[in-house]
């Protein structure tokens, strides 16, 4: 049983400038994502919060978008 158990309920996860994953709707969405980067946030920062909030317990269980970007990763 885990100790602890954090949900991640990003908007748009934009993938990486390397990925070859990228699918086709995450490429027509990125202009979108430019202009408002609020709806979602980038796969490396979503993986950064992702790893610290697993190593450091948190207060949070459940991280919303707008948590996942406000998260202080200094």
Known sequence: ELAEKYIFRPGFIMPG?????????A?????????????GIDATELASVMINVGLNTHKLTIFENRDLRAF???
């Open 17 to 25: 400038p390397n990925s070859k994953n990228a699918t086709l709707s």
């Open 72 to 74: 202080d990763l200094t």
């Open 27 to 39: 490429k027509l969405f990125e202009p979108f994502y430019r202009l408002f980067p609020m709806i």
